[in-house]
């Protein structure tokens, strides 16, 4: 999803309507060469926009290796139950690291 040569983080999403076609593709949110704050309220508020049914989360890691940290599984975590509450499903959350990606739905991490 997000290229893999960007310098500093980048968090986009993929909404999906109730047949997992998507909707948008958008990148909501840009930080540092290690971090990116993301907002849950902002996610919310755009996947409502959108009357998205689910989604699918992705970043980049820039060091280029594309194991999630604790941050990672903690915004997921925090993400997954903010709109678990509207009933729109987190699919997935791809991280994207040099060439390498990692699927935390393929982990067990969601």
Do not use: W
């Not at 047949?19 to 508020?45: C, D, M, N, W």
């Not at 959350?93 to 969601?110: E, P, Q, R, W, Y």
């Amino acid at each position: 999803m997000n290229p893999p040569h960007l310098e500093r983080e980048v968090f986009s999403i993929l909404f999906l309507d109730n047949h997992h076609r998507v909707i948008a593709y958008e990148e909501l949110f840009q930080g540092t060469i290690s971090s990116a704050s993301i907002y849950p309220r902002e996610v919310v508020k755009r996947a409502l926009k959108l009357n998205a049914a689910a989604v699918i989360l992705s970043h980049n890691h820039p060091s280029g290796n594309p194991e999630p940290s604790q941050s990672d599984i903690h915004i997921t975590d925090r993400l997954c139950k903010a709109l678990a509450l509207l009933d729109i499903r987190v699919l997935d959350h791809i991280i994207v690291g040099g060439s390498k990606t990692i699927s935390m739905a393929d982990k067990g991490m969601l």
